[in-house]
């Protein structure tokens, strides 16, 4: 099994967590930004399933 040699410094361990955690804030950013686009209706490119039967009795 693989071992580091060295001790990895706390600097380098709070980098890896910062940018682990940013990657998650974009994530959600861009989750946000299509479910606001799918409900608005604005949405392009973006295929998602519309349940037809819902669509026949609101008519």
Do not use: C
């Amino acid at each position: 099994m693989a071992v580091p040699k060295k001790k990895t410094s706390k600097g380098k361990r709070n980098q890896r967590h910062a940018h682990w955690k940013a990657k998650a804030t974009v994530a959600a950013r861009k989750a946000m930004s299509l479910g606001k686009a799918v409900l608005s209706g604005r949405a392009q490119g973006f295929v998602y399933p519309i349940d037809e039967s819902a669509e026949e009795s609101e008519s």
